[in-house]
């Protein structure tokens, strides 16, 4: 590392590397405690207990976080219920509308503070949460702000009506963004919200709960309680639920279908994927390089739509696992902070472990495992990024969601085996296609039993473009129009 006296500085064992660039801390502000956020005030949960929220770049507590019990969620969906019959199921859809974009302001005017917390809460380097993560957010909201006194447009010759009291669960992968997904949809059809973020991740939606009372908004119409698993659970098994929105594994998801099954509560769920992203040999290899380090390395592969399997044209593959292995020797990994860093922290201990299960279960089925090396501080929660070649498709490395910065690497020789060997995966969230020539494009993407497939780019997100999966990736749409009709009834 440079002593930062020079910007940059030749290091003859690695080449170039950069000063470090950390970003500030000293602007933004964390309270040594969190309470639930209730009816429009914070206030302490019933049980008395809280929970740490640690930095996984550093082990270090950032804040004790409230533990809501069954007698909280009780207290959280009644205010939501009486914000929805008094106040907000009655107010003009213009008016709504107006505080969404109050909200999506504010985010915008806290980008800073709001995209330094979600790195040092969650890991993921500073430059994505502050050039994804939180434009992102703030874009959901000013897009459904722009429906809420729409919806007749959305939805002609139907009378959309809100469904009432929303309980949703969110993952830790994008902390904000995941509010946002499910709350500004929620508010601009005219719902009440009751969300729980993960517990390695709750200080965002925490901070969001200081923009809701910095945005007016009636008491009652967001409550953003913390807690565990147990918490989601009695969400999803209140009675006075309308609907239950939650993103995180295929696993939980499955038990939540089954919570709802026989009850007349609408849900989506957004689970686990296993992307193929796959390269042709036509392709502009050196983008499609920069791409499939995006799309698998991209938030430490903390991404469910990830593009985990690379399927590479046999003609090509040599060109390409050598130009990726070169390209990984030069990514950083390190300090979510530093504006250089590429890959931050896995997000906890518990999926550092899972993620290391993989790598000795990769290398004990018979794959060959390439990482870039390079050295990580001690302290803290890091996997370097990693290839696994040779693998077959048996292997529980390409078959089983990893969610960390490994890839399983195949070839092909034909577009139709291309296809094949994509589908052939209990999931179908996304998908990637590199190629010069558009109608492989098209024939691809019209193959491919994926929700999103991206062309010549992966992991590109609009708050217009509708989002979710096919199979075990789970049900229904979030974004776009599609995400509106989550949160309605049509008559
Ligand atoms: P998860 O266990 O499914 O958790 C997602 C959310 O559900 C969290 O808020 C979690 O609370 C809550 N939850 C846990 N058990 C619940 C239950 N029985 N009923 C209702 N809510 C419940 O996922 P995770 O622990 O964050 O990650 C585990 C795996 O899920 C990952 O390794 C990855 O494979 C997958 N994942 C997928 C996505 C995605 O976007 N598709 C995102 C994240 C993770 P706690 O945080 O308190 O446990
Ligand atoms: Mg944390």
Same mark, same amino acid.
């Given at each position: 590392m440079s002593d930062g006296k020079n910007a940059i500085k030749l290091n003859y064992d690695t080449g170039w590397e950069y000063a470090a660039a950390p970003e500030s801390t000293d602007h933004i502000n964390i309270n040594d405690r969190y309470e639930l956020f209730i009816d429009g005030k914070f206030t302490a949960p019933k049980s008395g207990a809280y929970f740490d929220t640690i930095n996984p770049a550093n082990e270090k507590t950032l804040a004790s976080v409230a533990q809501a019990s069954k007698a909280d969620v009780n207290r959280a969906v009644k205010a939501a219920r009486g914000a929805y019959d008094n106040v907000w199921s009655k107010m003009k859809a213009a008016e709504r509308g107006k505080y969404i974009y109050r909200i999506a302001r504010i985010i915008q005017e806290r980008a800073r503070e709001f995209a330094v917390i979600e790195s040092m809460d969650g890991g993921k380097p500073i430059r994505e949460a502050r050039d994804v993560d939180i434009p992102l957010a703030a874009a959901h909201f000013f897009y459904y702000a722009g429906w809420a006194d729409k919806l007749d447009y959305a939805f002609p010759q139907k009378t959309p009506k809100p469904l009432g009291v929303a309980g949703q669960i969110i993952p830790w992968n994008f902390p904000l963004l995941m509010a946002a997904w499910k709350i500004a949809p929620a508010l601009a059809c005219g719902n009440t919200v009751v969300l729980k973020p993960a517990e390695t991740t709750p200080l965002t939606a925490l901070k969001l709960a200081e923009v809701i009372q910095a945005a007016d908004l009636p008491p009652g119409v967001v409550n953003i309680i913390t807690g565990d698993g147990s918490t989601g659970a009695a969400i999803v098994d209140h009675d006075d639920i309308d609907k239950v929105a939650f993103t995180g594994s295929t696993d939980v998801g499955r038990i939540i279908q089954r919570a709802l099954a026989g009850t007349d509560k609408k849900y989506t769920l957004e689970l686990g994927g296993k992307a193929a992203n796959i390269i042709f040999e036509d392709a502009p290899i050196d983008q499609a390089v920069e791409g499939i380090v995006n799309a698998i390395f991209f938030n430490q592969g903390h991404v469910c739509c990830a593009g985990s399997r690379l399927l590479v044209q046999e003609s090509v593959a040599k060109e390409v696992i050598t130009k990726l292995k070169e390209r990984m020797q030069t990514l950083v990994v390190g300090d979510p902070l530093d504006k250089n860093t590429d890959i931050g922290a896995i997000n906890s201990a518990a999926q550092l472990e899972r993620i290391n299960d993989y790598l000795a279960l990769g290398q004990k089925e018979g794959a060959e495992m390439y990482q870039a090396g390079g050295k990580t501080p001690k302290k803290g929660y890091w996997c370097q990024p990693t290839l696994f070649t040779d693998v077959a498709q048996s292997h529980r490395v390409v078959r089983e969601e990893i969610f960390g910065p490994v890839l399983a690497i195949q070839t092909f020789r034909?577009?139709?085996?291309?296809?094949?060997?994509?589908? @052939?995966?209990?999931?179908?969230?996304?998908?990637?296609?590199?190629?010069?020539?558009?109608?492989?494009?098209?024939?691809?993407?019209? @193959?491919?039993?994926?929700?999103?497939?991206?062309? @010549?780019?992966? @992991?590109?997100?609009?708050?217009?473009?509708p989002f979710g999966g096919y199979k075990e990736s789970g049900v229904g749409r979030e974004g776009g129009l599609h995400g509106l009709s989550a949160y309605v009834n049509l008559h």
């Open positions: 034909t577009l139709d085996e291309a296809v094949s060997k994509a589908n @052939n995966t209990q999931y179908g969230l996304s998908g990637g296609v590199w190629t010069d020539k558009g109608a492989k494009i098209f024939k691809v993407g019209q @193959n491919i039993r994926a929700g999103v497939i991206w062309a @010549n780019t992966f @992991n590109k997100f609009d708050p217009t473009s």
